[in-house]
Structure formats: structure tokens, C-alpha cells
């Protein structure tokens, strides 16, 4: 049997393109796939950008540096020892023990 040749351009499209569908509320879904393997997690913005008529750019927006740093640190197993701010309070608000 003879081996046939992987033509490059197919495998690229294969590897990212799929079809979706437009929802009656607007929305596009992102197909899982593309979801899993990029690490897409709800919630993440994405910036759309008109390329031409009919021709349109997705791009994911950076994520803030310390997102999701506050859920990280509740699922600290040691219960109690990170107690989220009031939001009414800032900084100047904390007690804060003088050194020396």
C-alpha cells in the first residue's frame, strides 16, 4: 500500500476552522474543542473586530494580572485565615501594626 502525502493545508484547516451558528440572541458558540484546548473559561472577554463585509476577527482580551486571586485564595484549605475587604473600606481603613 502506498503512503499518500499530508497536504499542509489541510491539515491547518482541520486544526482551526469549524462551523458554528449564530443564536437568536446574537450569540456565537466557541466549539469545545477550541475551548479546551486554549484554556477558554466563561467569562473571558473576547474583542470582535469587523475585518470586511462578512469577514470578522475573534480575539481573546489578556486577562487582568490578579484575576481570579481572590477565588484562589478562599480554596485555601486553611479555613479563615483570608477574609475578603468590605468594598465600602479602603486601605487606609486596615489596622496595621506599627514596626519598631
Known amino acids: 500500500m ?13 486544526l482551526t476552522h469549524m462551523k458554528t451558528t ?10 469545545a474543542e477550541f475551548r479546551q484546548r486554549d484554556g ?15 469577514e ?8 487582568q494580572r490578579n484575576e481570579g486571586l481572590v477565588k484562589l485564595l478562599l480554596a485555601c484549605p486553611v479555613k479563615g485565615w483570608f477574609k475578603p475587604m468590605d468594598r465600602r473600606k ?10 519598631g
Open 2 to 14: 502506498k503512503a499518500r502525502a499530508i497536504d499542509g493545508r489541510h491539515v491547518r484547516r482541520y
Open 56 to 63: 470578522y476577527r475573534l480575539k481573546r482580551m489578556a486577562r
Open 22 to 31: 449564530v443564536s437568536t440572541k446574537g450569540q456565537i458558540i466557541l466549539p
Open 90 to 99: 479602603t486601605t487606609d481603613d486596615i489596622n496595621v501594626p506599627k514596626l
Open 40 to 54: 477558554i473559561e466563561p467569562g473571558q472577554e473576547f474583542e470582535v473586530e469587523r475585518v470586511d463585509r462578512g
